[in-house]
């Protein structure tokens, strides 16, 4: 059973940056950010491979947020730029135990594991 703890998120003015993270209690391979804001059904962020090598971002967030992971520590990211109050939401991270280094995962149902979410407010 992999634990995952998400941290880094908080309330920040439009324009300003945050760095979330996710800590992993064992070795994951394809790992990915959700979202869910009030009203609104989760919905994929960005994946990014084992090895790195192979990242994904939703259209929304391509150009501003960056999906990096360090496999020493276990550890997720996901640096975010340029937010603007749409991006306002309970982030998740979510990951596998198991597969190829080179998968990723978009959708919801490929995750075996979540968080509990951390909360990002983007004040206008």
């Known amino acids: 059973q992999v634990q995952l703890v998400e941290s880094g998120g908080g309330l920040v003015q439009a324009g300003g940056s945050l760095r979330l993270s996710c800590a992993a209690s064992?070795?994951?391979?394809?790992m990915g950010w959700f979202r869910q804001a009030p009203g609104k059904e989760r919905e994929f962020v960005a994946t990014?491979?084992?090895?790195?090598?192979?990242?994904y971002y939703a259209n929304s967030v391509k150009g501003r947020f960056t999906i990096s992971r360090d496999n020493a520590k276990n550890t997720l990211y996901l640096q975010m730029n340029s937010l603007n109050p749409e991006d306002t939401a309970v982030y998740y991270c979510?990951?596998?135990?198991?597969?190829?280094?080179?998968?990723?995962?978009?959708?919801?149902?490929?995750?075996?594991?979540w968080g509990q979410g951390t909360q990002v407010t983007v004040s206008s």
């Open positions: 990014i491979s084992r090895g790195g090598g192979t990242t």
């Open positions: 064992e070795r994951t391979y394809a």
């Open positions: 979510a990951a596998n135990s198991a597969g190829s280094i080179f998968a990723v995962a978009s959708r919801s149902r490929e995750y075996q594991y």
